[in-house]
Each structure stands twice: as C-alpha cells, then as structure tokens.
C-alpha cells in the first residue's frame, strides 16, 4: 500500500532555532502534499497545500516567512519551522495525495505520514 | 465554507457493545466525507469515505457509515467493538473533485473511544 514517511518522528529545539521536517511518499508519487498541526487534545488544522514545482498557499493566519515549505520532488515536501518558540510545539502531520496512476483503487488518494512532535524549549 | 460537528467528545462502551459516533457537516454542497482512525502519537487511518454512489459505506475493522443528505449526517457504527478500536476518530470533508479546494480536509474535533472489557 501507499507509505507516506516523516522524518524526524520527534525533535526537540531551542527557541529561536529552526527545525526541518521532511514528508516522503514512498512508492508513489505527489503532486500535492498537506501539512497540518495538531495541538494536544486537538483537531488537526490545515496549515498549507504543498504544490511541486511551485509556492505553497498557506491557509489564513498562518505565516508564510515562518513555516517555510518547499515541494522540490513527486515524492518530497519539506516544512521549515523557522524562529521557532514554545507555542510552535504541536505535531505537525503531512498527508500526500496520490498523482493517480490507476494502480490504486480510487485516483488521487490521500495518504497520512505518522507526524512529527516538535518540541520548543 | 464547510465545517464538521462530532457530537461527544468522548464514547465509552462495553466490548462487544454497539459504537455510534456521530458525525454532522455543513456544506454548501454535498462534498466528500471520510472518517479517520489515530493511535497515540500516530498519523491518521482512513476507516471509510463517501464519494458517490451507496449512501451506506463499508470501511476496515468493521465499521460502516452511512451518508443522510437530509440530516447532513455521516455517522460512524460499528455492531460490536473490540479493545483494539480504541482510539482518537475523526470524522472529515473535503471539496468534491474539481475544485481550487479539492484534497483540502476539514477535521471535526475528535472523538475518543474507550472500550471497556
């Protein structure tokens, strides 16, 4: 089946560092990745649509300069944490939607990573 | 703009018992809905989606949902639950195919299942 992966499952930082999280689709390919947070006890909220070969569009209220994400492959999105502080801390999940190849049962499926715990100290 | 409502946030039933989640959307028009399973600390599951087609939709695990366009319901059922079904669920929209918005997901808040032996 479809494997989406993140990378790194969890991380802590200083505030004020930056911190890289990667979101790889495995055995398919994505034109168009999700990133999402999700606050403790939580719903998860869409945070932006990663697009390859192009800007991200970021949902309303959430800075662009801040989380930079950049889409450079079929089969990987990254989102930068940058500056980070204490209220950055969540789990932040990508979700990668299938390009649609006829393999799977139903074009362009959408494919969740198992998230990133980002910690700020 | 579309929403989600998960009515309780919290379902507790015996094993073996009946689970009802309850799920209501609000939508211009009828759009996707799905249902999602998270473990601790874990990425989401898809359990079920509708599409088009069957209003009432089979999923893994044994769980089913059907889609009431009159009452705006997506409710999550399954007859007789395990210990293993417990977990955080999820009821979602998405933008029917074709859209700008197409793939974006809006998430209800969440409903704990504790099954009880």
């Known amino acids: ?121 | 703009a579309q929403s989600v409502t998960q009515l309780g946030s919290h379902v507790s039933v015996s094993e073996g018992a009946l689970v009802l989640l309850r799920c209501n959307y609000s939508s211009s028009v009828p759009p996707y809905l799905f249902w999602y399973v998270q473990y601790p600390n874990q990425g989401l599951q898809l359990l079920l989606k509708y599409t088009t087609g069957a209003t009432l939709v089979k999923g893994i695990n044994g769980f089913e949902a059907e889609f009431k366009k009159s009452e705006t319901s997506f409710h999550l059922t399954k007859p007789s639950a395990h210990m293993s079904d417990a977990a955080e669920y999820f009821c979602a929209v998405s933008p029917i195919a074709g859209g700008t918005s197409y793939g974006k997901l809006t998430f209800g808040q969440g409903t704990i299942l504790t099954v009880h032996p």
């Not at chain 1, 200083?14 to 034109?31: H, M, P, Y």
């Open chain 1, 1 to 121: 089946g479809a494997v989406v992966s993140q990378h790194p499952s969890r991380v802590i930082c200083k505030s004020g560092t930056s911190v890289k999280i990667e979101c790889r689709s495995l055995d398919f390919q994505a034109t168009t990745m999700f990133w999402y947070r999700q606050f403790p006890k939580q719903s998860l909220m869409l945070m932006a649509t990663s697009n390859e070969g192009s800007k991200a569009t970021y949902e309303q209220g959430v800075e662009k300069d801040k989380f930079l994400i950049n889409h450079a492959s079929l089969t990987l999105s990254t989102l930068t944490v940058t500056s980070a502080h204490p209220e950055d801390s969540s789990f932040y999940i990508c979700s990668a939607r299938d390009r649609g190849n006829g393999r799977t049962g139903f074009r362009r499926e959408q494919y969740f990573g198992p998230g990133t715990r980002l910690t700020v100290t």
